[in-house]
Structures are given as structure tokens and as C-alpha cells.
């Protein structure tokens, strides 16, 4: 990885049960809120929902090292614990952001 990358970004998919979709979303929803506020290295956590109830999140950190630290958060913790029988899928895909003009 060149010195050229700035941020962290992580995106995560989520199928969720469609019984549960609608407490995966005030939970998620509560997550993401938690997390622009409580950690310096959070700089953007998007939740989105299609038609079919996937769920995808946009995350963008300070660093690497920012995420690791999103991870051992407790609101992230209580989150992850809480959803997984409601989560029937789950893909995290994580890229480094390039610096304009990079």
C-alpha cells in the first residue's frame, strides 16, 4: 500500500431475517449513531436498506487502527451480540481510501 491512502473504509452487507428486520434496524441504526459520536476515528457510518431488506453500511475511519479500535467498542459489542440470530448473511469487505490527486 503506497502513502498515498488517507482513510479506512469498511462496507458491510447484511441479509437479515425478515422478521427481525425491523429491530436490526433500530439496532444498527443505534450502532452507527453510537459510533460517529463516541469514537474520534469514526468519521462516517451510513446504514442503508433496499426494497428486499439487505442492509449495506458505509464506514470511513481515520485508519486502519480506528476500526480495530471501532471493534472493541462496547456499543459494537452489544450490537454484534444482540443481531446474530437475526443476521442470515453478513460480508465485510475493507479498502484503503487514495488521496486526491494520488
Given amino acids: 500500500m ?3 491512502t488517507d482513510r479506512h473504509v469498511v462496507i458491510v452487507f447484511f441479509e437479515v431475517r425478515p422478521e427481525a428486520r425491523d429491530a436490526f434496524r433500530k439496532a ?3 450502532n452507527a449513531a453510537a459510533s460517529v459520536r463516541d469514537e474520534p ?3 462516517t457510518f451510513d446504514v442503508c436498506e433496499d426494497a428486499a431488506g439487505e442492509f449495506f453500511l458505509y464506514e470511513l475511519y481515520a485508519s486502519a487502527k ?3 479500535a ?3 467498542m462496547p ?3 452489544a450490537f454484534d451480540a444482540l443481531c446474530r440470530d437475526w443476521v442470515v448473511s453478513k460480508r465485510v469487505q475493507r479498502y484503503e481510501r487514495l ?3 494520488a
Fill in 2 to 4: 503506497s502513502a498515498s
Fill in 28 to 30: 444498527v441504526l443505534e
Fill in 41 to 43: 476515528g469514526c468519521l
Fill in 66 to 68: 480506528a476500526f480495530e
Fill in 70 to 72: 471501532h471493534l472493541a
Fill in 75 to 77: 456499543h459494537f459489542k
Fill in 99 to 101: 488521496a486526491a490527486g
